[in-house]
């Protein structure tokens, strides 16, 4: 098949007056052991996608959610979350503004080269403290 052909398919299989909700999967679908809700099924089938999302990404859409009951424990719980995870939840908590010395300093790795935490209400105290924790930081965007 041509590469005109394909991107022509492609474009016809688009459905432009599709309804995002319809894509989105009730909470109660979330939690059914087959995750088979019909709404979801013809979503995967219109976007061309056959599998699920991974179990880390709903785990991490959960903690997202729910992160401002979390933020209290962040500093018993973060030890057993590898360091990708702990920088995700910190990019998460950076977009819905809760990154704040609470929420940092806990989820600091000695791993990490770079971090984001422009806009955020980290302190200078609390970027010394992750200073400490991250020896092998290269880069810190600290802007806003």
Excluded at 25 to 41: A, N
Excluded at 120 to 125: C, H, I, K, N, R
Aim: hydrophobic share 40%.
């Amino acid at each position: 098949m041509g590469k005109g052909k394909e991107i022509t398919t492609s474009l016809k299989k688009l459905d432009l007056n599709s309804n995002f909700m319809a894509c989105t999967p009730s909470k109660s679908s979330l939690f059914s052991p087959t995750l088979q809700s019909p709404g979801l099924l013809s979503c995967r089938r219109r976007l061309g996608k056959s599998k699920p999302p991974s179990l880390v990404s709903l785990c991490l859409g959960v903690i997202g959610k729910n992160l401002q009951e979390i933020i209290a424990h962040l500093s018993d719980i973060s030890i057993a979350f590898p360091p990708h995870i702990r920088i995700t939840i910190a990019a998460i908590a950076r977009r819905r503004k809760m990154l704040c010395d609470e929420v940092i300093i806990p989820l600091a790795d000695t791993s990490w080269e770079i971090l984001d935490i422009s806009g955020s209400e980290v302190t200078d105290s609390g970027l010394i403290e992750v200073a400490k924790t991250c020896k092998f930081l290269q880069a810190i965007d600290i802007r806003y």
